[in-house]
């Protein structure tokens, strides 16, 4: 950097003209001397023009905001939050198999933990065999248990068998009942068989649990940076503006604070680590987050390719329909 003229070689001017005696010239040397050049030039007597708004070379450079829209978010005072959610409305099963080899009328449904057979006689009854599409109705005409498992006796509609229209102990059937169908003149409770009672099927909740996690950080400014007090329009990310009193790195960390809210609810898991010290799972279990949830327990596409045209993207849809609620459960 170089200073010229140098000082006590000033000449006052009779005028108020520019002449080359009569200023200061403060220019950037580009580092000879062994003086740093990374001076921003000051254009011989003219100050510097200064743009006096931030730019927004990123744009909006937020993430928060899904959470909110998609209708995701509840507050908590509490260290957990439990909540549960309604099952289906109408009774199917899936996994079912064919029994009696290939004269075979029954059905055998596997039951797991929390789930019985609440199929009634002369329910009306879609079986469908998902490996071939082959599909037929019929009526029950026996409902039982045997082995653990729940028993099917079944009439189709279409005069064969079951073990006729879907192979021999067919496995991987799914069933649906969508009505049940009475002869005239019957009264159900009375007996067995057209009059047999019927089951009453009580709704089951399925309930879940997760557990808040603290978020923390930090900004640390000495006092007197606080009174360089600079005044610049800055555009927020929430789209207002304004000349504020400017702390830059005051106001990027609480807009990071606020994402880490967010992305933590996002992208959080729960902790596996059973461990000792600080970071067991007891002192800090973590979080589920909505990607974790949907892996666990979602609709989760792999290996889809735009090679495959719309047929793959039109068995996704059909997939989401018949989940119900798909305004509230598909987030694209």
Same mark, same amino acid.
């Given at each position: 950097?170089?200073?010229?003229?140098?000082?006590?070689?000033?000449?006052?001017?009779?005028?108020?003209?520019?002449?080359?005696?009569?200023?200061?010239?403060?220019?950037?040397?580009?580092?000879?001397?062994?003086?740093?050049?990374?001076?921003?030039?000051?254009?011989?007597?003219?100050?510097?023009?200064?743009?006096?708004?931030?730019?927004?070379?990123?744009?909006?450079?937020?993430?928060?905001?899904?959470?909110?829209?998609?209708?995701?978010?509840?507050?908590?005072?509490? #260290? $957990?939050?439990?909540? /549960?959610?309604?099952?289906?409305?109408? *009774?199917?099963?899936? !996994? @079912? =198999?064919?029994?009696? &080899?290939?004269?075979?009328?029954?059905?055998?449904?596997?039951?797991?933990?929390?789930?019985?057979?609440?199929?009634?006689?002369?329910?009306?009854?879609?079986?469908?065999?998902?490996?071939?599409?082959?599909?037929?109705?019929?009526?029950?005409?026996?409902?039982?248990?045997?082995?653990?498992?729940?028993?099917?006796?079944?009439?189709?509609?279409?005069?064969?068998?079951?073990?006729?229209?879907?192979?021999?102990?067919?496995?991987?059937?799914?069933?649906?009942?969508?009505?049940?169908?009475?002869?005239?003149?019957?009264?159900?409770?009375?007996?067995?068989?057209?009059?047999?009672?019927?089951?009453?099927?009580?709704?089951?909740?399925?309930?879940?649990?997760?557990?808040?996690?603290?978020?923390? #950080? $930090?900004?640390?400014? /000495?006092?007197?940076?606080?009174?360089? *007090?600079?005044?610049? !329009? @800055? =555009?927020?990310?929430? &789209?207002?503006?304004?000349?504020?009193?400017?702390?830059?790195?005051?106001?990027?960390?609480?807009?990071?604070?606020?994402?880490?809210?967010?992305?933590?609810?996002?992208?959080?898991?729960?902790?596996?680590?059973?461990?000792?010290?600080?970071?067991?799972?007891?002192?800090?279990?973590?979080?589920?987050?909505?990607?974790?949830?949907?892996?666990?327990?979602?609709?989760?596409?792999?290996?889809?390719?735009?090679?495959?045209?719309?047929?793959?993207?039109?068995?996704?849809?059909?997939?989401?329909?018949?989940?119900?609620?798909?305004?509230?459960?598909?987030?694209?």
């Amino acid at each position: 950097m170089s200073l010229l003229p140098q000082f006590g070689a000033i000449v006052p001017s009779q005028t108020q003209s520019v002449l080359a005696t009569n200023y200061l010239q403060w220019n950037n040397n580009g580092g000879a001397a062994g003086i740093p050049g990374n001076f921003a030039d000051f254009a011989q007597q003219y100050l510097p023009e200064i743009y006096e708004s931030e730019v927004e070379r990123y744009g909006n450079r937020t993430l928060s905001g899904f959470l909110r829209m998609v209708g995701a978010e509840m507050p908590m005072t509490s #260290d $957990q939050v439990i909540w /549960s959610e309604q099952n289906r409305l109408h *009774i199917s099963y899936d !996994n @079912v =198999a064919g029994t009696g &080899g290939g004269a075979g009328t029954g059905l055998l449904i596997p039951v797991a933990a929390g789930i019985v057979n609440v199929i009634s006689i002369n329910d009306t009854i879609v079986i469908l065999d998902p490996a071939t599409g082959t599909e037929a109705k019929g009526i029950v005409t026996a409902s039982g248990a045997a082995a653990g498992n729940g028993t099917l006796t079944v009439q189709l509609y279409s005069g064969l068998t079951i073990g006729a229209t879907f192979g021999a102990n067919a496995p991987g059937l799914k069933i649906f009942v969508y009505g049940s169908d009475y002869s005239k003149g019957t009264t159900i409770g009375a007996g067995a068989g057209n009059s047999a009672a019927r089951v009453s099927v009580e709704p089951v909740l399925t309930q879940f649990s997760n557990s808040p996690i603290i978020i923390r #950080d $930090q900004y640390v400014v /000495s006092g007197s940076d606080t009174a360089q *007090i600079g005044w610049v !329009n @800055v =555009a927020t990310e929430d &789209g207002t503006d304004g000349y504020l009193w400017y702390l830059k790195a005051a106001s990027e960390t609480r807009l990071r604070f606020e994402d880490y809210l967010e992305m933590a609810m996002v992208e959080g898991e729960l902790n596996q680590n059973a461990g000792a010290g600080a970071n067991q799972n007891l002192l800090q279990p973590g979080t589920q987050g909505l990607f974790a949830a949907i892996q666990a327990r979602g609709n989760v596409e792999t290996g889809f390719t735009a090679a495959q045209g719309l047929t793959e993207f039109d068995a996704i849809l059909k997939n989401l329909d018949t989940q119900g609620a798909i305004k509230k459960t598909c987030y694209s």
